[in-house]
């Protein structure tokens, strides 16, 4: 062996090898970070799996397994999961490590439609840690929806003791939740700044915004509701509750709302252009529809909404060339989904065939959410069709 050889096997030996706790420990760490990041759930419990056999003895693996289990809608594993991390817990690791174990499973259990053993661990969770404000207000939230509303706002009372100057630190988590597009956790904490600030408009609002992109619209007109209850000068509250009920239908209520948006700031054209969905949708009014669109299009002339509405409403109103005149100028400002569909209709009734069936193709490259794909591939077969029994 020469003399180079020997000395790279030398340095060789002296290289450490990671142990089974630090492979684990890395394992975990990775594991944790795929979590955080919104990747796959699955391949991060795999990595659990793997270090909780190099290391079964740390509570924080199987708390980390859990989440995983949650995720994937595993509650029986995911509790499995807390109840070990709570056993090794117990043999003296901190009271706040093993009250977020205990809070953690009774969450897990009230998911389960098991809210008397989730009160078990509330308990425990609000004895160990008594001035614990997420807890009381995690507590709350459950007793409200099992319709126990004494012992909810006795909770929000003691979160409350000591927790109200926190309001604006969950609301600003809320923000920055949000902004990273995780929706659920940002929801989650403008309800406790909410709850512990009941007169904090702003919470309010975010809690609407996020009902509104997840599709619950009752419970984004209530929260605009208590926003105001607090602001019944806001145009704003007023114009987005309004969207909210026309989303449910509850058109009176929306077009009570237009008109009070209209009234405290009609200088916004975004308030015409709802009052005119509503004038064509609802009452059948295609003369006033027009007037508010138009309205809005002096206000701002190159608003795109207006466009695509009015556009919608020449549709109708048979008025195919003025339709398609507003649905290009919308699409030239903002391209939409609604927007191609919408003129795709208008070139389908002109008996322009292949320049609807060309925007549906060039809309399918664009958009790639599952339901705009459905709709664009429907109008495109229904133009298909139509251009064959018009042979």
Avoid at 117 to 136: G, S
Wanted: proline letters at 4%; hydrophobic letters at 40%; one cysteine or more.
């Amino acid at each position: 062996m020469n003399r180079l050889a020997c000395f790279a096997l030398l340095l060789a030996s002296c290289t450490p090898f990671e142990t089974e706790e630090e492979t684990g420990e890395r394992y975990y760490r990775d594991a944790r970070a795929r979590l955080e990041s919104g990747g796959d759930p699955e391949k991060a419990r795999a990595l659990l799996d793997e270090a909780i056999e190099l290391d079964p003895s740390r509570a924080d693996f199987y708390v980390a397994r859990a989440m995983t289990g949650r995720v994937l809608h595993r509650t029986q594993e995911a509790e499995a999961d807390y109840t070990l991390a709570i056993s090794i817990l117990k043999r003296g690791s901190a009271k706040a490590d093993l009250a977020m174990a205990h809070l953690n499973r009774g969450v897990s259990r009230a998911e389960s439609s098991r809210m008397a053993e989730a009160e078990e661990d509330f308990a425990e969770t609000v004895r160990l840690m008594p001035t614990w404000v997420e807890a009381y207000l995690i507590r709350a939230q459950w007793r409200r929806r099992a319709g126990r509303p004494r012992e909810a706002d006795e909770d929000l009372a003691r979160a409350r003791e000591s927790g109200s100057a926190m309001a604006d630190t969950y609301f600003n988590a809320g923000v920055r939740e949000l902004n990273l597009g995780r929706l659920e956790e940002a929801e989650r904490l403008f309800a406790f700044a909410a709850d512990l600030e009941p007169a904090h408009v702003r919470a309010w609002m975010a809690l609407a915004r996020c009902a509104m992109e997840r599709g619950r619209y009752a419970s984004a007109s209530e929260s605009l509701g208590r926003a105001l209850a607090l602001q019944p000068q806001s145009a704003d509250l007023h114009y987005q509750r309004a969207n909210a009920y026309r989303a449910q239908e509850r058109w009176e209520e929306a077009f009570a709302d237009s008109i009070a948006a209209l009234d405290r700031d009609p200088r916004n054209p975004l308030h015409f252009v709802l009052r005119g969905v509503i004038y064509r949708q609802y009452l059948k009014d295609p003369e006033n529809a027009e007037r508010d669109f138009t309205q809005a299009l002096e206000l701002d002339p190159g608003l795109p909404e207006a466009f695509l509405e009015r556009g919608i409403l020449y549709h109708g109103m048979r008025l195919l060339n003025d339709a398609e005149r507003d649905l290009r100028q919308s699409l030239s400002r903002h391209a939409t989904p609604e927007g191609v569909v919408a003129l795709g209709r208008v070139l389908r009734d002109k008996g322009e065939y292949d320049k609807a069936a060309d925007a549906y193709r060039r809309a399918l490259e664009i958009y790639s959410d599952p339901v705009v794909q459905k709709t664009l591939k429907d109008e495109l077969e229904r133009t298909l069709q139509a251009k064959d029994s018009d042979r």
